[in-house]
T-cell receptor, first 114, second 113 residues
Framework: DADVTQTPRNRITKTGKRIMLECSQT?????MYWYRQDPGLGLRLIYY???????NKGEISDGYSVSRQAQAKFSLSLESAIPNQTALYFC?????????????FGPGTRLTVT | DQQVKQNSPSLSVQEGRISILNCDYT??????FLWYKKYPAEGPTFLIS?????DKNEDGRFTVFLNKSAKHLSLHIVPSQPGDSAVYFC????????????FGAGTQVVVTP
């Protein structure tokens, strides 16, 4: 079974709708992240959480919110979706400071806002 | 303001030859660097990393070189195989803000038979 799972894998929604993307992990990591990928821009950090009570904005948090429901679950919400939020969204996890550098990514959610 | 840049969006290489992917960064606080590989419809997977105290790290066919004075790193894949066809992302972070990575835009590598 995958260590980091994301649901849904694909979603088409309309402008103005609220949508939630969910992420679960079985790696036992405290740290979780949400990124979006756009062509020519790589991956950009939306929000990150270093533990259940710690939520931080990334470089492109406007229009997004997150909830860390448990150590293993981190969800991303678009309160009122707009077309320029059409992108690939990835959840990732990592260990704490002093552990290895790597982040482990989920398979992604392809979101289209029409 | 992109702090990590991969200026080659694509690279085509023959099977068996060397692939060289380049990455430049602007933030002198970065002290660890990673390469990720991404296949279509999958998430990025970690490939290899290097900390700023080293100038080279090797793992099988993959070698990463770091030139701190030039703020440049490169990934060498030798020999290239068809399964190496993927998008490669360079990423950088600093121990001062552990866990936050800055990613480059990616380089699409195509390995031809």
């Amino acid at each position: 079974d995958a260590d980091v799972t994301q649901t849904p894998r694909n979603r088409i929604t309309k402008t103005g709708k609220r949508i939630m993307l969910e992420c679960s992990q079985t790696k036992g990591h405290d740290r979780m992240y949400w990124y979006r990928q756009d062509p020519g821009l790589g991956l950009r950090l939306i929000y990150y959480s270093f533990d259940v009570k710690d939520i931080n904005k990334g470089e492109i948090s406007d229009g997004y919110s997150v909830s860390r429901q448990a150590q293993a679950k981190f969800s991303l919400s678009l309160e009122s979706a707009i077309p320029n939020q059409t992108a690939l969204y990835f959840c990732a996890t990592s260990g704490g400071q002093g552990t290895t550098y790597e982040q482990y990514f989920g398979p992604g959610t392809r979101l289209t806002v029409t | 303001d992109q702090q990590v840049k991969q200026n080659s969006p694509s690279l085509s290489v023959q099977e068996g030859r060397i692939s060289i992917l380049n990455c430049d960064y602007t933030n002198s606080m970065f002290d660890y660097f990673l390469w990720y590989k991404k296949y279509p419809a999958e998430g990025p997977t970690f490939l290899i990393s290097i900390s700023s105290i080293k100038d080279k790290n090797e793992d099988g066919r993959f070698t990463v070189f770091l030139n701190k004075s030039a703020k440049h790193l490169s990934l060498h894949i030798v020999p290239s195989q068809p399964g190496d066809s993927a998008v490669y992302f360079c990423a950088a972070g600093s121990t001062d803000s552990w866990g936050k990575l800055q990613f480059g835009a990616g380089t699409q590598v195509v390995v031809t038979p």
